[in-house]
């Protein structure tokens, strides 16, 4: 039913208990600067969504999406759509009573088996708020299960993410360290010098935020020599074709699930994974879903762990994250469950093939250079003599949504666009842009 709001009798009532005369008394305690907030006057129901339609007109949703970044344009199978709308699944919240939420506690244990097979690790939990907080998690995490408390940060990740995971330790006893790139990759031999016993985990996304894969044996192996812990945060797509974390000796996985059957909703919301060595369970933050048996022997799905501190003691608690990405993680189990293992594999690869020819065809643009030119999934840097903001603008007049102007994100970075392929660009929209870049430089 429609909202219903009190009645000026009403409000006055409740005042006069708390000794107030008016409504705008109740946020008295807060400092002006903050409080400074002009409202327009309330409107009725049909103003108010009329309103709201005139606002959403403006959105552009009508250009060609090269950008990426961490929020990808994939194709999102329609079945996701007509499954998650059904409101069994939609209105579901926390399963805090096994025996009414049954269907709700077996997706998401399917969610995490899912997990468990894209990373290759033993356990997942019930998701996360995005992939940032993952990382941070993760970061803590490794703090707990080592009892170090340095950490290494790998430049190659994602801005956004680290400084989130930067506010999360900085209110800790926690020392970290961002290790600068070399030519937009990993810097190996820097990394396996600030590698000692005092580390307890190093930080490292693959592919990075500029595209470019890594090999990371070697680092992991000497991490694992000084009861370090190597931490992957990964593009779940890009595991289709590439190593998942655990062959490659990872101890802790995160990612952001967007990219899995979910839209890009202009910047949200999205969900967060991580997933682990069976040894590290009970410090994984969140949920864990299982599967025993009731006592007639009939199957049944239970919150097994929920190490939070809504349900422990405070100080033991694993995470101050108190709910999960519920109704986000379902559609990513509905997604991974349609594609199959060979259909993520032809979307990966399709990705990286498309990436790849985008590369081709741009090099042959004079004035234009590929920053990192080998060894990337589907994202790459093109650095231009134009300014990244008005050579971004150009591309919008020319109906393109061209990339990241990393001008934005890094200092001495002025020219430089992150361009993203996914496998909804066509050849004519690539070579559109080709053309459209050809006669802007």
């Given at each position: 039913?429609?909202?219903?709001?009190?009645?000026?009798?009403?409000?006055?009532?409740?005042?006069?208990?708390?000794?107030?005369?008016?409504?705008?008394?109740?946020?008295?305690?807060?400092?002006?600067?903050?409080?400074?907030?002009?409202?327009?006057?309330?409107?009725?129901?049909?103003?108010?969504?009329?309103?709201?339609?005139?606002?959403?007109?403006?959105?552009?949703?009508?250009?060609?999406?090269?950008?990426?970044?961490?929020?990808?344009?994939?194709?999102?199978?329609?079945?996701?759509?007509?499954?998650?709308?059904?409101?069994?699944?939609?209105?579901?919240?926390?399963?805090?009573?096994?025996?009414?939420?049954?269907?709700?506690?077996?997706?998401?244990?399917?969610?995490?088996?899912?997990?468990?097979?894209?990373?290759?690790?033993?356990?997942?939990?019930?998701?996360?708020?995005?992939?940032?907080?993952?990382?941070?998690?993760?970061?803590?995490?490794?703090?707990?299960?080592?009892?170090?408390?340095?950490?290494?940060?790998?430049?190659?990740?994602?801005?956004?993410?680290?400084?989130?995971?930067?506010?999360?330790?900085?209110?800790?006893?926690?020392?970290?360290?961002?290790?600068?790139?070399?030519?937009?990759?990993?810097d190996m031999d820097a990394v396996k010098e600030k590698i000692d016993s005092t580390?307890?985990?190093?930080?490292?996304?693959?592919?990075?935020?500029?595209?470019?894969?890594?090999?990371?044996?070697?680092?992991?192996?000497?991490?694992?020599?000084?009861?370090?812990?190597?931490?992957?945060?990964?593009?779940?797509?890009?595991?289709?074709?590439?190593?998942?974390?655990?062959?490659?000796?990872?101890?802790?996985?995160?990612?952001?699930?967007?990219?899995?059957?979910?839209?890009?909703?202009?910047?949200?919301?999205?969900?967060?994974?991580?997933?682990?060595?069976?040894?590290?369970?009970?410090?994984?933050?969140?949920?864990?879903?299982?599967?025993?048996?009731?006592?007639?022997?009939?199957?049944?799905?239970?919150?097994?762990?929920?190490?939070?501190?809504?349900?422990?003691?405070?100080?033991?608690?694993?995470?101050?994250?108190?709910?999960?990405?519920?109704?986000?993680?379902?559609?990513?189990?509905?997604?991974?469950?349609?594609?199959?293992?060979?259909?993520?594999?032809?979307?990966?690869?399709?990705?990286?093939?498309?990436?790849?020819?985008?590369?081709?065809?741009?090099?042959?643009?004079?004035?234009?250079?590929?920053?990192?030119?080998?060894?990337?999934?589907?994202?790459?840097?093109?650095?231009?003599?134009?300014?990244?903001?008005?050579?971004?603008?150009?591309?919008?007049?020319?109906?393109?949504?061209?990339?990241?102007?990393?001008?934005?994100?890094?200092?001495?970075?002025?020219?430089?666009?992150?361009?993203?392929v996914s496998e909804k660009r066509t050849k004519e929209q690539m070579d559109n842009?080709?053309?459209?870049?050809?006669?802007?430089?």
């Open positions: 039913m429609p909202y219903t709001p009190h009645t000026k009798t009403e409000i006055k009532e409740m005042l006069d208990v708390i000794g107030l005369e008016k409504e705008s008394d109740l946020f008295g305690g807060i400092n002006s600067k903050v409080n400074g907030i002009n409202l327009p006057e309330g409107l009725d129901e049909f103003s108010t969504f009329e309103k709201f339609k005139n606002i959403a007109s403006k959105n552009v949703t009508d250009k060609i999406i090269f950008m990426g970044g961490g929020y990808y344009d994939h194709i999102v199978p329609s079945a996701v759509d007509a499954l998650a709308g059904r409101s069994e699944f939609y209105t579901s919240y926390t399963p805090y009573q096994a025996e009414a939420s049954q269907g709700t506690l077996q997706a998401l244990y399917e969610y995490q088996s899912l997990i468990c097979k894209l990373s290759g690790m033993d356990v997942s939990n019930a998701s996360m708020y995005d992939g940032a907080s993952a990382l941070a998690e993760s970061a803590l995490m490794a703090v707990r299960i080592t009892r170090k408390n340095k950490i290494l940060i790998d430049a190659g990740i994602n801005p956004t993410y680290i400084k989130v995971v930067q506010t999360y330790l900085s209110f800790r006893d926690i020392e970290f360290e961002v290790i600068d790139l070399k030519d937009y990759e990993s580390v307890a985990a190093y930080l490292f996304q693959n592919p990075n935020f500029f595209g470019t894969i890594g090999d990371f044996n070697e680092i992991i192996e000497t991490l694992h020599e000084n009861k370090a812990l190597a931490v992957i945060s990964a593009y779940p797509i890009s595991l289709g074709i590439l190593n998942d974390p655990a062959s490659m000796g990872a101890d802790i996985f995160c990612a952001d699930g967007q990219c899995l059957g979910n839209y890009m909703n202009f910047g949200g919301p999205s969900f967060g994974m991580i997933a682990t060595k069976e040894q590290y369970i009970r410090n994984l933050p969140g949920r864990i879903i299982g599967r025993t048996l009731d006592k007639d022997g009939k199957e049944l799905f239970v919150l097994t762990m929920q190490a939070r501190e809504q349900h422990i003691r405070r100080q033991r608690a694993t995470s101050n994250i108190c709910s999960n990405q519920n109704l986000l993680a379902l559609r990513s189990t509905m997604f991974l469950s349609l594609i199959g293992q060979e259909g993520l594999y032809e979307m990966s690869n399709t990705c990286f093939t498309k990436s790849e020819y985008l590369k081709e065809q741009l090099n042959t643009i004079d004035g234009l250079e590929i920053c990192n030119a080998k060894n990337t999934f589907n994202e790459f840097v093109i650095k231009t003599k134009l300014s990244s903001a008005d050579f971004l603008e150009k591309l919008s007049e020319k109906g393109f949504y061209a990339g990241i102007n990393l001008s934005n994100l890094y200092e001495n970075k002025d020219g430089q666009i992150l361009i993203s842009l080709v053309k459209a870049i050809g006669e802007i430089v």
